[in-house]
């Protein structure tokens, strides 16, 4: 698999900065930083831990349209704005993450928007199928 491509979600703030919401780079899939912004209304839960199952189903959107999944993250970065949220959002990033085992890294951080409570990035390698090339014929002196 080669080539790369982009997977927007359609948000103002991919506009505004001029990323991607995932670039997808030969097998790895690359999920930039993810709030809890439910993209398509434009809006964000109050709650922490809504917002990191909304991180989570945003960044399962983005690998599935490149193919990918949940199960193939090999590296996960976790960012929250307060240490103390950590234990609520442990067991959320365990639940939807925990069969890949991923390499991880939690950063207390401060965010742009004060409403943030966390921003999930992650790093996917896809499985590539089998190839499609179609069965080579036996050489002459083999048949």
């Known amino acids: 698999m080669s080539g790369r491509r982009w997977i927007s979600t359609g948000s103002a703030f991919e506009r505004q900065a001029g990323y991607a919401r995932a670039v997808v780079d ?7 930083g993810t709030t809890g912004f439910d993209y398509a209304r434009g809006t964000i839960a109050d709650d922490p831990v809504e ?6 189903r ?4 983005a ?3 490149a193919g990918a999944g949940l199960a193939d993250v090999v590296r996960v970065r976790w960012y929250i704005a307060d240490a103390a949220l950590f234990p ?5 990033f ?3 993450l925990g069969a890949a085992r ?4 939690c ?3 401060g965010f742009v928007d004060p409403r943030i409570k966390v921003e999930v990035e992650v790093t996917a390698h896809r499985v590539e199928p089998p190839s499609a090339a179609p069965a080579r014929a036996a050489p002459e002196n083999l048949r």
């Open 94 to 96: 365990a639940r939807r």
């Open 102 to 105: 991923p390499a991880a890294t």
């Open 107 to 109: 950063l207390v951080v």
């Open 51 to 56: 917002q990191a199952e909304q991180c989570l």
């Open 26 to 32: 030969g097998a790895w899939v690359h999920v930039s």
């Open 63 to 65: 690998l599935g349209e």
């Open 88 to 92: 609520l959002l442990a067991p959320v």
């Open 58 to 61: 945003t960044i399962e959107a």
